[in-house]
């Protein structure tokens, strides 16, 4: 199997293809942040139902066979082996993958994805010899005056450097695993978000506010928004060491963080004429005591924590809602963040 580069198929979306019958299937999500690697398992029939392992383990990024030692640590730690891992999703993440909403000629589906790799050269700072992974989306047809017909859409489009791709897959093949999915760390975070997202049946999505997650990884921040029918934007505000645990230290990180937020936010905007009134926070960074406060007030928005296990998505079996209690974890239980 060559799995491929995914635009939005993480761990909850592996349940949207058409599986026979009412099976319970079993699904993991591995994501690699800059820091550590979470595994995340769940079981279900045609969406996830209950979540029975998660946890997590640091890992060294630059020694592919130290990486593949935390993997394999890691499942021992959890109990789970991998003729137990079912279908596996990965996620991406390296300043040489990107996912961009673009408008581009209206064209088939089909064209469209052909067209992905140079699209994407359009935002990526590579070499000529670079050779890229991509994948797309359409995601409306423009709308024209006086009912012409559409000359142009809107679409989804995520890319990544051949080299990077194999880098996971070196690793994950190292530990015994082959994945299913390749995902980008900002689809899959918005994926986990959606699937616990109670909508407003009656909400207008022309007019509906955006919704927002901040990443707050060791070692980086990023800032993902999306919309009903189109409005993506992933933008990285932060790198570098953690914060000292000093007060100026972190005042300093709310300050420098608040700013490139409300930068995004206003750039988001003005681009796509909608709010974003609330912002929830994932990943190891998310879990500093008074953090989502101290963000909320510099903000002058709404912020929580995201937790994937709190709310289920309307509709949805109800046993995720204690999902917790059941869940075999270990280390620290945080957030399930794909870029921390």
Request: overall charge neutral.
């Amino acid at each position: 199997m060559d799995p491929q580069l995914a635009t939005g198929v993480g761990v909850y979306g592996l349940g949207k293809e058409s599986i026979l019958g009412r099976k319970q299937v079993k699904r993991t999500g591995i994501d690699f942040g800059t820091m550590s690697v979470k595994i995340v398992h769940a079981v279900g029939s045609d969406r996830i139902e209950r979540i029975t392992h998660l946890g997590s383990r640091n890992w060294d990024r630059d020694d592919e066979e130290s990486a593949a030692d935390s993997v394999r640590g890691l499942l021992k730690d959890l109990g789970l082996s991998k003729k137990q891992l079912g279908r596996v999703a990965v996620s991406i993440s390296s300043p040489n993958t990107i996912v961009r909403e673009v408008t581009v000629p209206a064209m088939s589906a089909d064209e469209f994805r052909q067209s992905t790799p140079f699209e994407a050269r359009k935002y990526m700072q590579l070499q000529e010899s670079d050779s890229l992974i991509s994948d797309g989306q359409v995601l409306v047809m423009n709308a024209k005056p006086d009912d012409e017909e559409s000359t142009e859409m809107t679409a989804l489009i995520a890319a990544t450097t051949s080299t990077d791709r194999a880098a996971i897959l070196s690793i994950l093949s190292r530990a015994g695993i082959e994945p299913e999915v390749i995902d980008t760390e900002p689809t899959a975070s918005l994926n986990a978000l959606l699937g616990t997202r109670v909508r407003d049946q009656e909400e207008d999505d022309a007019f509906a506010p955006a919704f927002a997650l901040l990443d707050l990884g060791g070692r980086r921040a990023s800032l993902y928004i999306s919309a009903d029918h189109g409005g993506f934007m992933s933008r990285t505000i932060w790198e570098g060491s953690p914060p000292s645990s000093d007060e100026e230290s972190e005042k300093e990180f709310i300050r420098t963080i608040a700013t490139r937020a409300l930068e995004t936010l206003t750039f988001y905007r003005g681009r796509f004429r909608r709010e974003v009134s609330e912002i929830r926070l994932m990943g190891g960074g998310a879990l500093k005591p008074g953090r989502s406060d101290a963000l909320a007030k510099a903000l002058n928005r709404n912020v929580e924590t995201f937790d994937p296990l709190r709310r289920p998505r309307r509709g949805c079996d109800r046993t995720r809602r204690d999902a917790r209690k059941r869940a075999h974890v270990r280390d620290v239980m945080r957030p399930v963040s794909m870029g921390g």
